[in-house]
């Protein structure tokens, strides 16, 4: 449904085997970096990333729990293609501190139900908290999370 897609990035890649691909998208997107190794040579992969006002149609919503952002993040590319698969996210600071958030952490939607991933933080500057998290899989909805 695109009305609930506020913003969307897809990009074309080049596959190899053994590499690692790193794709960096546009300030306006939570989803910073997708970052991963892959196990096949492959052209004409695209990678997309979406930031969503509610969940994807094949998921839930988030109860209990004060999500910042629901994403979309789709490859062509079979997952068991796909090893070593990082997520790199921001979270505006202001935010964090206006809803007294003690942790983010992303969530992937995983058989039926939202799966905690462990999320790390890895930097921050005056405007963001940036987090790091390895992801089983994309083609899935995500969500980060603030609790």
């Given at each position: 449904?695109?009305?609930?897609?506020?913003?969307?990035d897809t990009v074309p890649i080049l596959?190899?085997?053994?590499?690692?691909?790193?794709?960096?998208?546009?300030?306006?997107?939570?989803?910073?970096?997708?970052?991963?190794?892959?196990?096949?040579?492959?052209?004409?992969?695209?990678?997309t990333v979406e930031s969503l006002n509610?969940?994807?149609?094949?998921?839930?919503?988030?109860?209990?729990?004060?999500?910042?952002?629901?994403?979309?993040?789709?490859?062509?590319?079979?997952?068991?293609?796909?090893?070593?698969?990082?997520?790199?996210?921001?979270?505006?600071?202001?935010?964090?501190?206006?809803?007294?958030?003690?942790?983010?952490?992303?969530?992937?939607?995983?058989?039926?139900?939202?799966?905690?991933?462990?999320?790390?933080?890895?930097?921050?500057?005056?405007?963001?908290?940036?987090?790091?998290?390895?992801?089983?899989?994309?083609?899935?909805?995500?969500?980060?999370?603030?609790i």
């Amino acid at each position: 449904d695109d009305s609930n897609v506020i913003f969307s990035d897809t990009v074309p890649i080049l596959v190899m085997k053994g590499k690692r691909i790193i794709k960096a998208f546009e300030a306006n997107h939570s989803i910073t970096v997708i970052d991963f190794k892959s196990k096949v040579t492959q052209k004409n992969v695209k990678l997309t990333v979406e930031s969503l006002n509610a969940p994807s149609q094949e998921a839930k919503p988030i109860k209990n729990e004060l999500v910042y952002e629901y994403n979309n993040i789709y490859i062509n590319l079979e997952n068991e293609y796909i090893e070593k698969a990082v997520v790199r996210f921001k979270v505006r600071r202001d935010w964090i501190l206006k809803n007294n958030i003690n942790i983010m952490q992303l969530e992937q939607y995983i058989h039926d139900d939202w799966t905690v991933l462990p999320t790390e933080v890895i930097g921050q500057d005056a405007r963001y908290l940036f987090f790091e998290v390895y992801a089983p899989s994309f083609s899935l909805p995500f969500a980060i999370v603030g609790i």
